[in-house]
């Protein structure tokens, strides 16, 4: 149902791509938690895995909110092979690495990279982007550079 309903509404505008890795059942009328990775495309040897909640067509039904789905996630990135870095935004405010639409229109969950340059580490912030309210949720994780 998720891939078909970004697919008719065109949902998915990445830089990078997600593929699914995993998807947890949460309750009889088709609600699901679905775990993707997603390889950062100018960092190679980082992988991120993303978990977000999926709504079933009857709670789709029962809310009468058709075409949306939660915008908050988790987030875990690690090191998963040698790192690579390559033309990467260094300034405070990063790059988005991912970007998924979770409505039809102002509504999307979004992944961007910052470099802490003085601490050699990247820093992975999952975090929705509502144009009309914001939002305050937000996931953080990071894959230190320093290797001993």
């Avoid at 960092?43 to 908050?72: M, Q």
Wanted: charged share 25%; net charge negative; aromatic share 6%.
């Amino acid at each position: 149902m998720h891939r078909l309903l970004c697919a008719a509404t065109l949902c998915l505008a990445l830089p990078s791509h997600a593929e699914q890795v995993g998807n947890v059942d949460v309750d009889w009328v088709g609600n699901d938690i679905i775990i993707e990775a997603i390889q950062d495309p100018d960092v190679t040897g980082v992988t991120c895995h993303i978990a977000y909640f999926e709504r079933g067509l009857l709670d789709r039904l029962s809310k009468g909110n058709w075409f949306e789905d939660p915008s908050n996630a988790s987030i875990a990135c690690r090191q998963t092979g040698p790192i690579t870095i390559g033309d990467i935004d260094r300034d405070d405010e990063g790059e988005d690495v991912f970007n998924e639409r979770r409505s039809i229109v102002l509504k999307s969950l979004r992944i961007k990279r910052i470099f802490d340059e003085a601490n050699q580490t990247l820093i992975y912030v999952a975090h929705a982007r509502e144009l009309t309210d914001g939002s305050a949720k937000m996931a953080i994780s990071t894959v230190p550079l320093y290797q001993p």
